[in-house]
């Protein structure tokens, strides 16, 4: 009998969603940038759900990317998350973002930076080391935000480059190694990989879980000004 997970990962403009079962992602499906993940995003899980023949009611769980990144995106996706862990009773899985870029890395990266834009010349960085015999990877350093420039002086040559940063700043990154294009984006396949290896939250602990911020929304940061 099939288990159904529903994966979802808000933290970018364009929001993924993703239908798996075991280890394989049935199908995944981004969401339209350009338009309201708050009116979109519910009704595109059904249709997916739907397009595997899966009710929402036989799910086994849902994964969520808990960011860094869009401010409203992560608190839309996670809040969806939250409602069809409560409709269903199926299990919550939350997973940080940047744990879920490292992944998709290829293993014979002996470490990569992750990095993406946090505004105002600074990027969200975390450092990924390898695990042997695996292709998830463990965190060297903490998620931070650190000035641009100053990530770039000081990074060590030798360690490989992904994340949406990677993409974006792929012009000011000449001699480093960048994951290809597609990997430097959040993908339902990267949050399969490391939410199977996560303990699902009590009930308890998923109402509290928050999204990975680090800073105020921007009019928050502008009121700060």
């Known amino acids: ?15 993924v969603v993703g239908v798996a079962v075991g280890d394989r992602v049935l199908a995944a499906r981004s969401l339209d940038g350009a338009k309201r993940h708050n009116r979109d995003l519910v009704p595109l899980c059904a249709e997916l759900l739907a397009e595997c023949g899966f009710a929402a009611k036989q799910l086994t769980g849902v994964m969520v990317g808990l960011g860094p990144g869009s401010y409203t995106g992560l608190r839309v996706g996670l809040t969806a998350a939250k409602g069809f862990a409560l409709a269903t009773v199926c299990a919550f899985v939350a997973v940080p973002t940047f744990h879920t870029l490292a992944a998709l890395v290829p293993t014979e990266w002996p470490a990569v930076d992750v990095i993406s834009d946090a505004l105002q010349g600074t990027v969200y960085h975390q450092r990924f080391g390898v695990v042997a015999g695996s292709s998830l990877r ?32 792929r012009d000011r990154l000449a ?4 994951a290809v294009t597609a990997d430097c984006q959040p993908r339902a396949e990267g949050v399969l990989r490391v939410g199977r290896a996560v303990v699902p939250l009590t009930r308890l602990e998923w109402f509290a879980v928050e999204p990975l911020y680090l800073r105020g929304s921007s009019a928050e940061e502008k009121a700060k000004g």
């Open 1 to 15: 009998m099939a288990n159904p997970w529903l994966i979802l990962e808000t933290s970018g403009r364009a929001g």
């Open 138 to 169: 463990t965190p060297e350093s903490d998620l931070r935000i650190v000035p641009f420039d100053d990530w770039k002086e000081s990074r060590d040559p030798a360690v490989g480059v992904t994340g949406p940063g990677a993409e974006q700043f």
């Open 175 to 178: 001699g480093c190694r960048i």
